[in-house]
């Protein structure tokens, strides 16, 4: 398989679908110090993906920080939802593509450009940076590094800060994957009309 292309990644989360694992915690449930360290994410304290993790209040203090860092940090808003919604893809994971693809379109993803991220960075229309991007994702899913020549195409435009930012987002979101594929987190209500992650590309017919 090589570093751009993602095999049958894509495919395999139907075998990871069904009920929840362990199911988000009710609020009739949390105490108080629980139902403070949601109010730490704001108007997405009641996602799945937080109500679930605050079961365990001790990591969820731990890792709050670095996933609100990371959206708000040195990387173009962009540049970042590119990279994630390429992980998500390559993880499969439904909740985290659905969510992304939201956040994609305010950080200025056109729908087409947000269902092209399947294609990979071969797919007709990036500009020659998307396509690094994309590369960057897939060869940090395949390889666990970036190689020499994506190292220098991202390095003549990102500031260090920046270069160091791109190996923690795909990492964090290869986390946060992992997390909501195994507990089977449910894709929350309000973002279920973005959980086509598995449907059929938009223009298969130029697309083989």
């Not at 449930?29 to 629980?34: H, L, Y």
């Not at 704001?42 to 890792?63: E, K, M, Q, S």
């Not at 294609?119 to 690094?132: I, K, L, N, Q």
Request: charged share 25%; aromatic share 8%; with cysteine.
């Amino acid at each position: 398989m090589s570093a751009s292309d993602p095999g049958t990644a894509a495919g395999r989360p139907a075998a990871l679908m069904g009920a929840a694992r362990i199911p988000p915690l009710p609020p009739s449930e949390r105490s108080d110090d629980e139902v403070e360290l949601l109010a730490k994410v704001g108007v997405a304290r009641d996602l799945n993906l937080f109500t679930t993790l605050i079961r365990y209040p001790r990591l969820f203090r731990r890792w709050i920080p670095l996933c609100g860092g990371l959206l708000t940090g040195a990387l173009p808003a962009r540049d970042r939802e590119l990279l994630i919604l390429r992980t998500a893809f390559h993880c499969g994971a439904r909740y985290e593509w659905a969510h992304h693809q939201v956040l994609g379109a305010e950080a200025g993803l056109s729908s087409e450009e947000i269902d092209r991220v399947r294609r990979g960075p071969s797919a007709p229309g990036w500009s020659e940076f998307d396509a690094v991007l994309l590369t960057a994702a897939d060869e940090l899913r395949s390889l666990s590094t970036l190689t020499d020549p994506t190292w220098k195409q991202l390095n003549r435009r990102y500031t260090t800060e920046q270069m160091l930012e791109v190996p923690f987002v795909v990492g964090q979101y290869h986390l946060v994957a992992f997390f909501v594929n195994s507990l089977r987190v449910e894709v929350d209500h309000d973002f279920s009309q973005h959980d086509h992650l598995h449907q059929p590309f938009t223009d298969d017919s130029s697309h083989p």
